[in-house]
C-alpha cells in the first residue's frame, strides 16, 4: 500500500529537499515510522520522546485535519497525508 | 428578541458634545462588528481626501459582539482609521482588557471626531462620559500614563492611550493599552492629532446577550473544545517566540533590509534563547492560552530591560532587519516601543533601511547624531528607537516611515524602502512565500502579515489546498485567506485562535449573544467578502488601484539570498498574471476597482457610484 506523505518547508531540508515521499503503512503512525526509517534525520522533528507527535504539529489525511494525536488513524491506499506545523506568526 | 450587544459612543472633541447611538440592525446582520462596522462607518462618514490629521478624520474604537463574555480569545479590539502612513482605510488589533471593558462601558463602537483644543483624555464610568484634562500626562510614556489614569480613577479601570510618538505624530505611532498596542498604520498619530491622550473606562461586568442561557452552554463547549486542543497548547506554551526558528530554516527571515532570508547563526534568536530570560505569562481577558511571554534581560549592556514579549514581529524587528543576534537588545528596543506607542514593525523596517541608508552613504554620522548605523551593531538602533518615539535628531526623518523618507532623501533610496501603499513589511520575506507576498501587495491597509497570512507557504497548511511556496499562482488562496481573516475580525477573535478547533461556534455565539439568526457559516464567509470589498471600494475612492497594488523594486528584482536555505536567486515577477486572476476571481476590473454587479450582490450598492 503507497501513501503521500507531504513534507512542510521547515523540514524539507531533512528530507533531501524533497516535498513529497511515497511510503507504505496502514496506519498515520506506521507511514511517518517509514518516513523516519528513510530519512532519520527527521525523527526529533516529528516525535517526542515518548513516540508521539508534538503539540506543535498537525497532521492532515486528504485535506481534513486528524490533529496531532493520530497515529492510529488508519490510511487507505493513495490517501495524502499534509505534516503542517501549527505556529503562527504575529 | 433581538437585542444590540453594546450601543455607539460619539464624542465630538471639538465641541465637547458626547451621545449615544444604535447600531441599526441591517448593519449588525451585514457587517456583526469589530472590523465590519470600522469599515461601514468609516465608508459612511468620511469624505474622500480626508486628511488624516484633520478635525474631519474620525478615530474609531471598537471591540466585537462577543466581547466580555466568558467565551475564550474574543474580546479583542481594535482602532479604525483613515492612515497617515498609507492613506487607506486602516484598522489595527489590539489585546489586554480594554475590549470587555469598552464593552462593560455598554458600548461597541466609540467614534472620536474633532480635536480638541488641548490635551484631554475620556474618562468612561457609570457616571457617563468625561472629557478631562490631559496636561498632567501629555508628555509622558505609556507605562507612566496608564498609572497615573489607574491611580485616579481606580484599580477597575482600563486604559488605551498614546506615548510621546502619538502626540509627535509619528507616521507609525501606536494606541497602547497595558502592554498591548494597536501597532500598523499609524492610528496612534491620529489619536495625537485630535490632543487626545487617552480613553480611560472604569466599569464593572456586565453582559448583554439576548439568550444567556444558550450562550453559556456553547461557551462552555468553546472552553472545553479550546482547552483540549493541542494547537491551543503549544500556543500556550511558546506563543509566537518560536516562529523565528521555522522561518530562518526555510529562509525567510527577512535580514539586513530584505536582502537576506537567514541570519548566519539564527539559533542564537530561537525561542529556546529567549526563553532563558522568560520571567511570566500574560494575556487577554477571558484568554487561557496567556501567550505574552514578558521577558527581563538579568545582566550585561540592556540589564533589567523588562517587556512583554517580543513576540515574532518584533523579535525580528529588532534583529533580522539590521542582521543582529542580540536577543537583549530586541528586548530592550521591544519595551521601549511599548512605552513610546511605536509600531515596533514599521520602527524595525524603517531602522533596517536607515542603517542601509548609511552603508550606501545616502545618510551621513552627521545626520545621524553621530551614530553609526553599521548592520550587526545593535546599540544605534537601541538609540533610534528612542530618538523616533521623540521624533529627536534623526528620529525626525525616521518618524516619517520608508516611503516618506526616501522621498526626502531622493538619490534613488526609493529603491531601498521596502513598504507597499506607505506599510512597511513585516517579517516574512515575499520571495520565499509568494501568497504571504500578493497578500501584503493586495490587503487593504498595505503590508500587513495578519491580513491573509498565508500558512499554507509558511506551514504547509493544506487548506483548502496546498501550495508551492515559491508558485505566484494561488489568488485563490490569498482570497480564501483575506476574506477568512476579516469576518474573523468582526468577532474580535484573536487570529491564533483559528486554529483551536471552536470556530464552527463562532456564529452560534454570535446568534445567541444578538438573537438574531442571522449569523451562518456561509453568512459569515459573505461578510468577509464583503467587508473586503468596501475597504477596497474606500481606498479606490481615495485614489488606490492597480498601480499601488505593488511589491517594493527589490522583491521584484533583485534575487533573494538564502545562505543556507531553500530558494536562493527567487524574485517574485509581479508580471501582472497574479493581479488580472484575482481580480478576476473577485469580480474587480482589470484596474482593480470593484465592478458594479459584484457590489450589488454583496449589497453594497451605495458604493456604486463612487467607483469611477
Known amino acids: 500500500m503507497s501513501v503521500e506523505i507531504n513534507i512542510p518547508p521547515s523540514l524539507q531540508s531533512l528530507v533531501d529537499g524533497v516535498r513529497q515521499v511515497e511510503v507504505s503503512g496502514s496506519t498515520v503512525g506506521e507511514c511517518l515510522k517509514d518516513l523516519v526509517r528513510r530519512y532519520p534525520r527527521l525523527k526529533e522533528k516529528i516525535f517526542t520522546r515518548s513516540d508521539r507527535l508534538p503539540k506543535s504539529m498537525n497532521i492532515f489525511i486528504n485535506g481534513a485535519s486528524v490533529g496531532p494525536r493520530s497515529l492510529a488513524i488508519p490510511v487507505r491506499d493513495g490517501d495524502k497525508i499534509h505534516i503542517a506545523y501549527i505556529v503562527l506568526g504575529g | ?612
Open chain 2, 1 to 612: 428578541m433581538a437585542i444590540n450587544t453594546g450601543k455607539i459612543l460619539r464624542v465630538n472633541l471639538s465641541s465637547g458634545k458626547v451621545s449615544t447611538e444604535t447600531v441599526p440592525e441591517k448593519i449588525a446582520t451585514d457587517f456583526v462588528g469589530g472590523r465590519g462596522y470600522g469599515v461601514r462607518y468609516l465608508y459612511d462618514e468620511l469624505n474622500p481626501g480626508t486628511e488624516p490629521f484633520g478635525e474631519e478624520n474620525k478615530l474609531l474604537m471598537l471591540n466585537g459582539p462577543l466581547a466580555g463574555t466568558t467565551a475564550q480569545a474574543v474580546s479583542r479590539w481594535m482602532t479604525c482609521t483613515r492612515s497617515p502612513l498609507t492613506g487607506t482605510f486602516t484598522r489595527s488589533v489590539c489585546g489586554a482588557d480594554f475590549g470587555a471593558w469598552l464593552k462593560f462601558a455598554g458600548y461597541e463602537m466609540l467614534i472620536l471626531e474633532g480635536k480638541a483644543e488641548k490635551p484631554v483624555y475620556l474618562h468612561l464610568s457609570p457616571d457617563g462620559c468625561k472629557v478631562l484634562d490631559a496636561s498632567e500626562i501629555w508628555g509622558k510614556d505609556t507605562k507612566i500614563t496608564q498609572e497615573w489614569l489607574v491611580e485616579k480613577h481606580g484599580r477597575n479601570t482600563r486604559t488605551a492611550c498614546i506615548g510621546p510618538a502619538g502626540e509627535k505624530l509619528v507616521k507609525y505611532a501606536a494606541v497602547v493599552s497595558d502592554r498591548r498596542t494597536a501597532g500598523r498604520g499609524g492610528t496612534g498619530a491620529v489619536m495625537g492629532s485630535k490632543n487626545l491622550k487617552a480613553v480611560a473606562i472604569t466599569a464593572s461586568r456586565r453582559l448583554f446577550l439576548a439568550d444567556p442561557e444558550t450562550y453559556e452552554k456553547l461557551a462552555k463547549e468553546q472552553v472545553r473544545t479550546i482547552l483540549a486542543n493541542d494547537a491551543f497548547k503549544s500556543h500556550k506554551e511558546w506563543g509566537t517566540t518560536t516562529t523565528q526558528d521555522v522561518t530562518n530554516e526555510i529562509g525567510i527571515y527577512p535580514v539586513r533590509n530584505f536582502r537576506y532570508g537567514q541570519l548566519t547563526d539564527y539559533k542564537k534568536v530561537f525561542g529556546a534563547e529567549y526563553r532563558k530570560m522568560r520571567v511570566g505569562d500574560i494575556g487577554c481577558y477571558s484568554c487561557a492560552a496567556r501567550c505574552g511571554k514578558v521577558h527581563t534581560v538579568p545582566s550585561g549592556v540592556y540589564a533589567g530591560a523588562h517587556s512583554e514579549g517580543p513576540e515574532y514581529e518584533s523579535i525580528w524587528a529588532f534583529t533580522g532587519s539590521i542582521e543582529s543576534d542580540n536577543i537583549e537588545a530586541s528586548i530592550a528596543a521591544d519595551q521601549l516601543c511599548d512605552d513610546l506607542g511605536l509600531d515596533t514593525i514599521s520602527t524595525g523596517n524603517t531602522i533596517g533601511f536607515a542603517y542601509e541608508l548609511y552603508e550606501k552613504g545616502l545618510l551621513k554620522k552627521s545626520d545621524t547624531d553621530g551614530l553609526e548605523l553599521i548592520y550587526g551593531n545593535p546599540a544605534p538602533m537601541v538609540a533610534l528607537v528612542k530618538k523616533i518615539g521623540y521624533r529627536e535628531g534623526i528620529g525626525e526623518l525616521l518618524g516619517e516611515g520608508t516611503k516618506r523618507v526616501a522621498g526626502k532623501i531622493g538619490k534613488g533610496s526609493d529603491d531601498y524602502a521596502i513598504n507597499v501603499k506607505g506599510m512597511e513589511l513585516p517579517a516574512y520575506e515575499p520571495r520565499g512565500a509568494k501568497s504571504q507576498g500578493y497578500n501584503y501587495a493586495t490587503a487593504s491597509i498595505g503590508a500587513s502579515h495578519c491580513y491573509g497570512y498565508a500558512a499554507q507557504d509558511i506551514f504547509g497548511a493544506p487548506f483548502p489546498h496546498p501550495t508551492d511556496r515559491f508558485d505566484e499562482g494561488n489568488a485563490d488562496i490569498v482570497i480564501f485567506n483575506q476574506d477568512g481573516t476579516a469576518w474573523h475580525e468582526c468577532g474580535v477573535a484573536c487570529a491564533f485562535s483559528g486554529g483551536w478547533g471552536w470556530m464552527g461556534l463562532f456564529g452560534k455565539l454570535i446568534t445567541a449573544a444578538r438573537g438574531i439568526d442571522a449569523y451562518s457559516d456561509a453568512q459569515l464567509e459573505k461578510v468577509g467578502e464583503r467587508m473586503f470589498n468596501l475597504e477596497r471600494a474606500f481606498n479606490v475612492r481615495e485614489g488606490l488601484g492597480r498601480n499601488d497594488d505593488l511589491l517594493p523594486l527589490r522583491i521584484r528584482t533583485e534575487p533573494l539570498h538564502t545562505r543556507k536555505a531553500k530558494g536562493e536567486g527567487q524574485t517574485v515577477s509581479h508580471n501582472g498574471e497574479f493581479l488580472d486572476k484575482y481580480y478576476s476571481l473577485r469580480g474587480w476590473t482589470k484596474e482593480g476597482v470593484p465592478t458594479a454587479k459584484k457590489l450589488k450582490e454583496l449589497g453594497l450598492d451605495f458604493a456604486v457610484k463612487d467607483m469611477k
